[in-house]
């Protein structure tokens, strides 16, 4: 295989995950060490809302876009269903094909108002991609259009007055196949099952002469299968993550509403040895090097999870640096009209993603429209000047509008 196809699928591959090794620049190489995954897509925030408060979501009021974050506040919800599109141009300072769609909804059933039905779609763009062939990369042409999607239905119930629970399924396919007819190598796609856990909170202290609210939430989110992407030789995690998150949300004034809200996450993922960590100068640090590798290798997703609590080479410090931090908060006035801004903080040393984040929307009866801006605080980084959009659409105000015009 030539050089060239090596090196667009490693970037196809491995395109979010080396994205954390550009902003590295205030941190030693040794001290660098990101969590690998596969289909790191699937860790990328959707929706204008939620990525206008920092990236956060598990415990927010309930909207449409719920599944990615916390499916179990669907029980919660206002109105009898919605239905939500959102668009995201991904590393736009660097190329201008990639993009994240995503359509999310979900129905209020049964009698009593305490359960949901839900489902999202998720399709990722890797753009139009030309590989050459042999020793000098040009003895061949090939176009690919490598992608990935995720397809997932889940169930919300409320379990009591103040709380709920909520399961999802989901179908990963990560296509960056290819075929090299000078070498005979090929690269395949990848498919996945995985599935979703969460639970949800809410309850309305009084403050002062105001009733305000507090809620929190917790997600486990892609508990499944590895992916493999050339015929089951290597296999890689799916991004098994651990959300948890804390909102309040109290009255200004009459119709004026803030909410102040935090989120940690933390992937369920264990950490792949490193050579350098063993002493590969003797014989002994290369046997107990390949153990390890062997055994990271053939380790089950469950034990990985239970394993990534303690398996960083740095210890608990290093345990503790894989929290990602989320920070924000969102006015309302009269549910018509929202500000959001955030901030979301990584560890250096686990890929030093930093950024501020800035939203607005405006809501009708029927429509909603959000979106959002990313400011990075490294100004190297591709993420920086991420946009988002999302259009969302109510079931309620859509039956209230046909009803007017009916009568």
């Known amino acids: 295989m030539s050089r060239k196809i090596k090196s667009t699928i490693i970037f196809g591959v491995g395109l979010l995950s080396a994205i954390p090794a550009w902003s590295q620049n205030d941190i030693k190489d040794d001290d660098f060490n990101p969590v690998n995954t596969g289909v790191t897509t699937l860790s990328i925030t959707p929706d204008a809302r939620g990525s206008g408060m920092g990236n956060l979501g598990a415990a927010t009021d309930p909207d449409v876009n719920a599944q990615f974050w916390n499916p179990s506040k669907y029980a919660f919800a206002y109105s009898t269903g919605g239905l939500a599109l959102s668009y995201t141009p991904w590393l736009r300072k660097i190329v201008n094909d990639i993009f994240l769609a995503d359509l999310t909804g979900y129905y209020k059933i049964g009698s009593g108002d ?84 969460s639970g949800y909170y809410v309850t309305y202290p009084m403050v002062g002469r105001s009733e305000c609210q507090f809620a929190w939430g917790f997600d486990i989110s892609n508990i499944g299968t590895k992916v493999s992407y050339d015929h089951g030789q290597n296999y890689a995690f799916l991004p098994t993550n651990l959300r948890l998150g804390a909102q309040f949300m109290f009255p200004l004034a009459d119709y004026n509403t803030l909410s102040i809200g935090l989120d940690l996450n933390k992937l369920l993922v264990p950490t792949m040895p490193r050579q350098k960590d063993y002493d590969m100068e003797t014989i002994e640090g290369q046997i107990a090097y390949e153990e390890a590798k062997e055994k990271w290798e053939t380790m089950s997703p469950i034990t990985g999870i239970f394993k990534s609590f303690s398996d960083a080479p740095g210890g608990f410090k290093e345990e503790l640096e894989e929290i990602s931090v ?15 801004l955030g901030y979301n903080y990584e560890a250096a040393s686990k890929g030093g993603r930093s950024y501020f984040t800035f939203g607005a929307g405006f809501s009708l009866n029927v429509v909603r429209l959000d979106a959002s801006y990313m400011l990075a605080t490294a100004q190297s980084s591709p993420l920086d000047q991420t946009l988002r959009f999302t259009l969302t659409f109510d079931l309620d105000g859509l039956k209230d509008l046909l009803g007017k015009r009916r009568r």
């Open 114 to 197: 305490n359960q949901a039905i839900s489902a999202s779609f998720r399709y990722f763009s890797l753009g139009e991609v030309t590989m050459g062939y042999g020793d000098t990369g040009l003895d061949g042409l090939q176009t690919i259009n490598p992608y990935e999607f995720a397809f997932d239905v889940g169930y919300s119930r409320k379990l009591s007055e103040k709380f709920s629970m909520g399961v999802v399924l989901r179908y990963i396919l990560s296509d960056l196949s290819y075929e090299d007819s000078y070498s005979g190598d090929t690269n395949t796609a990848a498919s996945a099952f995985s599935a979703d856990i």
């Open 326 to 340: 989320s920070i924000g908060g969102e006015y309302a006035y009269n549910q018509q009209f929202f500000g959001r």
